[in-house]
């Protein structure tokens, strides 16, 4: 396997970079070229942003999984797919190869349309960091059906919204899900789900070995439909065709308003991206071994542990568990292990593998290193110089990523050992991307040294297309702000070297522990709980998790325990990743004369600067911000 799309200097970025922006058509026919393509497209790109309408390779069909296995298998059977690390350190390693990862993905094809799936079914995928997750995925793109994996972590509550939103017949779980010391009982979860909502299957892998509920007509065990079905004596399921606009799959994700929304991805362009992506910014060479330690319940799993790496016929490596677990050095023993090659992962686990001393680092190798990654958040430069000193070795590029579930794959990244890296700098966008930077009047910031709002004037293939079941919201959320450009709703500084520095969410986002979870998303979770009037959710700086959650609350009833129930509270209707760090419970909010909560003043006393509130007299009733500094948490 070569890549010839792949950027081998420094003067071949910046010449790519300008050919992708001179003219996008040309450049991206000539890296979709190197995809297998049952029929060729008929135009590369179609768009306008008021809409939006976007479509990459229209006509072109295919299908991803044809892309990313058969083609392997044919050439390569015995290359290893996915290298799995279970959470327990007794158990053994699994490797998969191209060959066998194929049968198995065909097999669960079987499995999934004996129980009903077809072309358009959405599959709701609930469950541990297993392979047979990843093998999911690729069974239902194979069959054309469309996957949205929620994370493991994920409550029932936050299930049953998102098979009501997705209209999804079908859940494929487990028994329970290993993390760390925890088992998480996932069928148990799913079937709390199922008081709210009907699907017509679930569909169960046994995992953990842990007794669970079926109910009859409705729950089956996969491996009891496989032995039915008689899969090892079938032929190898044959991949549905696709077109290139046909939807792959949905991914739920917090915005600064209502409910989680389901992100869109289409076949053609998403696989051309994170392939492209994924061999240009990792500088991925054949053989080596590649580690992402995201949750495949997250877009970064999706893109870069199963998708990019598959299609680019690499070896992926697979952790069960937690950087924990059993102690702060796992992280670093997988590597040795497995001789890890690139290693991705997200600052709030270097922030908290830092935290836990040098003692976990100091006797291991880690010489196999090659490049780092980040991703997810902001990283401070603290834990960059760490990340690059100890784990790196000092010589390891470390390409800081950003992207978003919107946007499929990399936008904004230097490209290892290529284009400098610059610690807390995403630096330089990919070829195809075109970055601008907006003041709130909407006018574009020009220069250097400057910042504003990040936007971005041009369709790259792996960018959404819409959300599900409401494409006005789509347009209202990213097409509206600024008109004809998609709005990220991060905030960005263009430095002296025009090198970009991504500062975080300008919106009502959160992003905790790399996790992303709107204010309004828990304050809705909060004002369900009985007593509460009202509630306001702001972040704060967290040394570990980047930021923090700080929720102020109207609460009116005569729990002595209310702060801790309506954390309880949080967890149940979202997850645990929501629960508030601090709840205050306050007598009133600080509010305009319209009404409007003062969500400024709220930040500064969450952040501790509470001498530095700035003009207060607008405020409906101004000594409600004396009690609420005096009461702080
Ligand atoms: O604020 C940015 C931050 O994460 C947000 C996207 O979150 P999500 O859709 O969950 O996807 C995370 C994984 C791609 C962005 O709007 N973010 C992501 N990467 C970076 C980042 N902030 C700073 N630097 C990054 N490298």
């Not at 060729?40 to 390779?57: H, I, S």
């Not at 090892?232 to 739920?252: K, N």
């Not at 079941?469 to 959320?477: K, L, M, S």
Request: charged share 20%.
């Amino acid at each position: 396997m070569h890549y010839p799309y792949q950027i081998k200097s420094q003067q071949q970025y910046e010449n790519d970079y300008a050919l992708s922006i001179k003219n996008p058509k040309e450049f991206w026919a000539n890296v979709a070229q190197h995809f297998t393509w049952f029929k060729p497209y008929d135009t590369v790109l179609n768009w306008e942003f008021n809409t939006p309408d976007v479509k990459w390779f229209e006509g072109g069909k295919l299908n991803i999984t044809y892309n990313c296995l058969d083609r392997h298998a044919a050439t390569h059977p015995d290359k290893v797919a996915f290298i799995f690390e279970p959470n327990d350190i007794n158990q053994r390693t699994q490797k998969i190869t191209y060959a066998q990862l194929l049968q198995q993905v065909s097999q669960t094809c079987y499995a999934l349309q004996s129980i009903g799936v077809q072309k358009g079914s959405r599959v709701i995928i609930y469950m541990g960091m297993v392979p047979q997750l990843a093998i999911t995925l690729l069974a239902c793109a194979r069959m054309g059906a469309v996957h949205s994996v929620v994370f493991g972590g994920f409550s029932a509550r936050a299930i049953a919204d998102r098979v009501a939103d997705a209209k999804a017949d079908f859940i494929v779980t487990c028994d329970a899900a290993n993390r760390g010391a925890k088992h998480v009982l996932l069928k148990e979860i799913v079937d709390d789900a199922l008081l709210h909502v009907d699907v017509k299957k679930v569909l169960v892998y046994k995992h953990a070995g842990i007794n669970v509920n079926m109910k009859p007509d409705r729950d089956v065990w996969l491996h009891d439909i496989q032995n039915k079905l008689q899969v090892q004596s079938l032929p190898l399921f044959q991949p549905v065709v696709m077109d290139a606009e046909d939807m792959l799959f949905i991914l739920y994700t917090s915005g600064s308003t209502g409910k989680p929304k389901g992100v869109v991805h289409t076949c053609g362009g998403y696989m051309v991206w994170v392939a492209y992506t994924f061999v240009n910014v990792f500088q991925y060479k054949p053989g080596q071994i590649f580690f992402c330690t995201a949750d495949i319940g997250w877009i970064t799993g999706h893109s870069y542990l199963v998708y990019g790496p598959l299609l680019a016929g690499a070896t992926s490596l697979m952790f069960e568990g937690i950087p924990h677990y059993p102690d702060a050095g796992r992280l670093w023993d997988i590597v040795d292990k497995h001789r890890v090659e690139v290693l991705y992962t997200a600052p709030t686990a270097i922030r908290s593998l830092m935290a836990a001393g040098l003692d976990f680092v100091k006797d291991k190798n880690l010489t196999s290193l090659k490049v780092l990654g980040t991703v997810g958040e902001p990283i401070n430069e603290e834990a960059w110089h760490w990340y690059h000193k100890y784990i790196g070795n000092g010589n390891c590029p470390i390409v800081d990523t950003w992207w978003q579930t919107e946007t499929g794959g990399i936008l904004i990244s230097n490209l290892a050992g290529i284009t400098p890296h610059k610690p807390a700098h995403a630096t330089t966008p990919l070829p195809g991307v075109q970055p601008i930077l907006l003041d709130d009047q909407g006018k574009e910031v020009t220069g250097n040294n400057v910042s504003g709002n990040l936007c971005i004037k041009f369709p790259w293939p792996g960018m959404l297309r819409t959300t599900y079941g409401d494409h006005e919201r789509c347009r209202q959320n990213y097409f509206a702000t600024y008109a004809g450009y998609y709005f990220t709703g991060d905030g960005c500084m263009r430095d002296a070297e025009g090198h970009y520095r991504i500062t975080g969410r300008v919106d009502d986002v959160l992003n905790v522990s790399g996790h992303r979870l709107g204010t309004a998303e828990i304050e809705n979770a909060i004002n369900t709980h009985q007593g509460v009037i009202e509630s306001a959710v702001v972040g704060f700086p967290h040394d570990i998790k980047g930021q923090g959650i700080y929720a102020y609350v109207i609460y009116q009833g005569d729990d002595v325990d209310a702060q801790a129930n309506i954390a309880i509270t949080v967890s149940n209707m979202i997850g645990a990743i929501a629960r508030p760090d601090k709840i205050q419970l306050v007598a009133g909010l600080p509010k305009t004369r319209s009404g409007k909560i003062m969500r400024r003043i709220l930040r500064k006393i969450a952040e501790g600067e509470i001498n530095q509130l700035g003009d207060v007299t607008t405020l409906l009733d101004p000594t409600i911000v004396d009690d609420i500094k005096n009461n702080r948490q």
